[in-house]
């Protein structure tokens, strides 16, 4: 039977849409959009909305719905992540939404968040080394496959990797251990740690006019130590999770190997299966920190919203491999829309 099901992921820095055919056992994505809404700007936990952050917010899921009914969705489902759960009028922003939704609205907690991205990963992980494996792959596909083969680990066994899901607000490690589901949520992403270290609240939306530069080398130390402290109230799980192989998904990260790509416009299928070192993501870091905003716009030209938070999110990355003694870690396209999708075919 085929159906066509869509999922749209409100979530803190963007909103996603994913829209797939369902055949049988197997989907067939048809459609992605993303737009930058940063819903969590300058949210503190218990406080409101930024009320510009919410009518983008609104206004993007707006456009979203229409394409839904466009494409004749017969199934989807609408969720929220880490900014709705902190806010204190998050119920009534659900509310809000709920009132223009022919679909189910649903505050994701933490746990689900993870679970589902990292059942989205691995499917798209699975995807990809079939693929990849058979030839029937895009372009690059068996090259990034054959790059990747030293790791010695079977890609379909998935209690051999971990998953992090670097988000706006929130960061999630999630994995299998004796086939139960296991997780470790931080209260970081690229969106707090750019507000805590490198913005005022209004930096959002006085973009266009900003055009300064970041202390490099003081911010990133007190980013890293930062990091350092919240992680290491979860030291004894290292040495397990030094043992599996890492798979990423995330903004920052799918940026991350556009950019190391030279990428003019962002592609799927050039970032799903990249490997990223972390000499390369490092090499990165130390670009943005000493770019000016515009100089860090011309680098990402399929994303120059996200100009002003990847510096933060590279960092935030960097500091999750040097804590998980990772030199190297497989991109994933696919996460949490992907997960869910599964979940309503």
């Keep these: 039977m085929k159906k066509k099901v869509g999922v749209i992921d409100v979530g803190s820095n963007s909103l996603r849409l994913l829209i797939a055919r369902s055949l049988e056992d197997k989907l067939q994505v048809i459609r992605r959009e993303l737009v930058e809404t940063r819903l969590g700007e300058g949210l503190s936990p218990g406080k409101e909305l930024h009320l510009l952050a919410r009518k983008r917010t609104l206004e993007a899921f707006s456009a979203f719905q229409k394409i839904l009914l466009a494409e004749r969705v017969e199934d989807a489902l609408v969720v929220s992540t880490s900014a709705v759960r902190e806010a204190r009028d998050g119920d009534s922003f659900l509310t809000e939404m709920a009132k223009s939704s022919p679909f189910p609205v649903q505050l994701l907690s933490p746990e689900e968040e993870a679970y589902w991205s990292f059942k989205g990963a691995l499917q798209g992980l699975k995807m990809f080394f079939l693929a990849a494996g058979s030839g029937e792959g895009k372009a690059g596909a068996v090259s990034r496959r054959a790059a990747f083969s030293k790791i010695e680990v079977d890609p379909l066994n998935l209690e051999q990797w971990i998953v992090l899901d670097l988000g706006g607000r929130s960061t999630e490690l999630a994995w299998l251990e004796k086939e139960k589901f296991m997780y470790q949520s931080f209260p970081f992403g690229a969106v707090r740690l750019h507000e805590k270290f490198n913005a005022p609240l209004s930096n959002f939306t006085r973009r266009a006019a900003e055009d300064s530069r970041e202390a490099p080398a003081q911010i990133k130390v007190q980013v890293k130590e930062y990091l350092k402290e919240m992680m290491s109230c979860v030291n004894t799980f290292r040495p397990f999770w030094q ?39 490092e090499r990165w870091e130390k670009i943005f920190y000493s770019s000016s905003l515009a100089e860090k716009r011309a680098l990402l030209p399929f994303a120059p919203l996200r100009a002003d938070i990847i510096a933060a999110g590279t960092s935030s990355l960097v500091a999750v491999m040097d804590f998980l003694g990772k030199e190297q870690l497989l991109v994933s396209e696919e996460g949490l829309l992907l997960g869910l999708l599964e979940k309503l075919s």
């Design 243 to 281: 043992e599996r192989e890492l798979v990423a998904v995330g903004g920052t990260v799918t940026t991350l190997a556009a950019v190391a790509q030279q990428l003019q416009v962002y592609s799927p299928e050039a970032v799903h299966g990249y490997v990223l070192e972390k000499v390369e993501a």
